[in-house]
C-alpha cells in the first residue's frame, strides 16, 4: 500500500492548513495512523495520532489545542487540521501507518508517506 499526502503549502502565521493522507488500497488497515514531522537539521518528530479501529487521538504537546485529527474510513483516508500555525511549524510532514492504535512512535511505523512541505512565514 502507499500512502499519499497531499494539503501541504506557505501559509501566514496564525493561519490554517488541511494536510491529508490517503491510503492506495481503501481496505488497508492499520492500528494507528497519523503525522510526524521533520524539520531542516533535525529529527523526524510524531506530531498526532489516532486510533483506526476506535477514535483517541494522540497529540504531540506542542500542538495540543492547535491541531485536530480526524479520520474518514470509508475513503480511508486521515486529516490533520492544522490552526494557529507559527513559524516553528515549518517542516515537511509525513503520513505514517503502524502496528499501535496508541501513540505511533519511529519504531511502530510500517508505512510512510511521500511528505508534504508546510512554510509558515510572513
Known amino acids: 500500500v502507499q500512502l499519499q499526502a497531499s494539503g501541504g503549502g506557505l501559509v501566514q502565521p496564525g493561519g490554517s492548513l488541511r494536510l491529508s493522507c490517503e491510503a492506495s488500497?481503501?481496505?488497508?488497515?492499520?492500528?494507528?495512523r497519523g503525522w510526524f514531522r521533520q524539520a531542516p537539521g533535525k529529527e523526524r518528530e510524531f506530531v498526532a495520532s489516532?486510533?483506526?479501529?476506535?477514535?483517541?487521538?494522540n497529540y504531540a504537546d506542542f500542538v495540543k489545542g492547535r491541531f485536530t485529527i480526524f479520520k474518514n474510513k470509508v475513503l480511508n483516508t486521515v486529516h490533520l487540521q492544522m490552526r494557529s500555525l507559527k513559524p516553528e511549524d515549518t517542516a515537511v510532514y509525513y503520513c505514517?501507518?503502524?502496528?499501535?492504535?496508541?501513540?505511533?512512535?519511529?519504531?511502530?511505523?510500517?508505512?510512510w508517506g511521500q511528505g508534504t512541505q508546510v512554510t509558515v512565514s510572513s
Open positions: 488500497d481503501r481496505t488497508f488497515s492499520s492500528p494507528g
Open positions: 505514517a501507518a503502524g502496528n499501535t492504535p496508541g501513540r505511533l512512535d519511529l519504531q511502530h511505523v510500517h508505512y
Open positions: 489516532i486510533n483506526w479501529f476506535g477514535d483517541t487521538p
